[in-house]
């Protein structure tokens, strides 16, 4: 089952503007990944951040996490039309399991 | 990072076959995992595949319909059977290294049962 929803389900943005993409989950975790789906294909790892950590950036991208509201957010910053894709969050939930719980995905898409 | 290979990538099977999706890694991981993704859903957990022991399944999921090996450390596969359109989907194979936490996807098998 899924851990939790993101928001938007889907996001449409010109080229140029940032992208905010929002993730909630349910249960305590160890950290939190975000990855990046194009159409059909399998999926690329963007970034984790780890329960304590509040803020990490990579990039163009940046993810917030506040493990008190059990959520976090992904940045996307001057987007470009190659970013257009599906975003998940995963969860690793503290469980010992070590599988991602993921989340329902947003999809961006950017216009040229 | 570890680099993950599925074959078949894409394949059309017909109502009732089974088909046998293969995963290789390229380095050794700790952990497998296989998960469906259906038609513009997000992934879900089938099965942790667990090296020379019979695979840990999640709630829905049967090891008579999808049977999983695990003959080694960089090799799993997962078996569809008796199929039906219902299973039409992106079946993902994943693995964990025991240096870190990051879980790697390999491309995905796109199955459409017809």
């Known amino acids: 089952s899924q851990q939790g929803e993101e928001d938007p389900q889907a996001l449409s943005i010109q080229e140029g503007e940032n992208a905010t993409m929002n993730c909630s989950y349910k249960?305590?975790?160890?950290?939190l990944q975000w990855y990046r789906q194009n159409s059909g294909r399998g999926l690329v790892h963007l970034i984790l951040?780890?329960?304590?950590?509040r803020e990490k950036h990579s990039g163009r991208l940046r993810v917030t996490l506040d493990t008190s509201k059990k959520s976090s957010s992904l940045l996307i910053t001057a987007s470009r039309a190659a970013d257009t894709a599906s975003y998940f969050c995963?969860?690793?939930?503290?469980?010992?399991?070590?599988?991602?719980?993921f989340g329902s995905g947003t999809r961006l898409q950017v216009q040229p | 990072s570890a680099v993950i290979s599925q074959k078949p990538s894409r394949d059309i099977c017909q109502r009732g076959t089974s088909l046998t999706i293969q995963c290789q890694v390229d380095s050794q991981v700790t952990m497998m995992f296989w998960y469906r993704q259906q038609p513009g859903q997000s992934l879900t957990l089938i099965a942790t595949?667990?090296?020379?022991?019979?695979?840990?399944?999640e709630s829905g999921f049967v090891i008579d319909k999808f049977p999983i090996s695990r003959p080694n450390l960089t090799f799993s596969t997962l078996t569809v059977s008796n199929m039906s359109p219902e299973d039409s989907s992106i079946y993902l194979c994943?693995?964990?290294?025991?240096?870190?936490?990051?879980?790697?996807f390999g491309e995905g098998s796109w199955l459409t049962v017809v």
């Open positions: 249960t305590s975790i160890n950290n």
């Open positions: 994943s693995g964990t290294g025991s240096s870190g936490n990051t879980i790697y």
């Open positions: 995963a969860t690793d939930q503290d469980t010992g399991r070590r599988a991602l719980t």
């Open positions: 595949a667990n090296q020379g022991s019979e695979a840990t399944y």
């Open positions: 951040i780890r329960s304590n950590e």
